[in-house]
């Protein structure tokens, strides 16, 4: 544990949000809070380990995942600290045209099977997994 406090809160690590848009991810809940300081004032931020089972950023193993926003409150209110649960990244844009980021919970039988194998060959080292063209159409 470090002397020093982090009144901030910053992503230092793994892809940024915006370049997961569109892929399937598993996220585990390690840490929620609703109402943290960060950068751009207070916000709700969630830790999360981070695993990308397709898109561009497959294979991607993130231990500790800052989301923040209303994508870390969604996630955050979702889950329970511990919850491991597949999701793909969605964004769109407010009425003042500004980004917003969410997900999208996989919880249909057919999604569930064939993101399980994905997740467990990356985190098992077993190497990045990759995804059939013809699979996930429609979820991005």
Not at 11 to 36: F, H, I, M, N, T
Not at 44 to 52: D, M, Y
Not at 84 to 95: D, E, I, R
Not at 128 to 134: G, I, Q, R, S
Request: hydrophobic letters at 45%; one cysteine or more; a negative charge.
């Amino acid at each position: 544990m470090s002397t020093f406090s982090n009144p901030r809160v910053s992503q230092v690590d793994g892809p940024a949000k915006a370049e997961l848009v569109g892929s399937r991810v598993v996220v585990k809940l390690l840490e929620y809070d609703p109402d943290r300081p960060t950068a751009y004032g207070s916000s709700a931020c969630a830790f999360v380990e981070l695993v990308v089972v397709d898109g561009p950023h497959a294979g991607a193993h993130v231990p500790r995942y800052l989301l923040a926003g209303n994508i870390g409150k969604q996630v955050g209110e979702g889950l329970e600290v511990g919850g491991l649960a597949p999701a793909t990244v969605v964004s769109g844009k407010n009425k003042a045209g500004s980004s917003w980021f969410g997900v999208e919970w996989l919880v249909d039988k057919a999604s569930l099977a064939e993101v399980e194998p994905l997740y467990l060959a990356i985190v098992n080292g077993d190497g990045p997994a990759t995804v059939p063209a013809t699979a996930g159409a429609g979820l991005i």
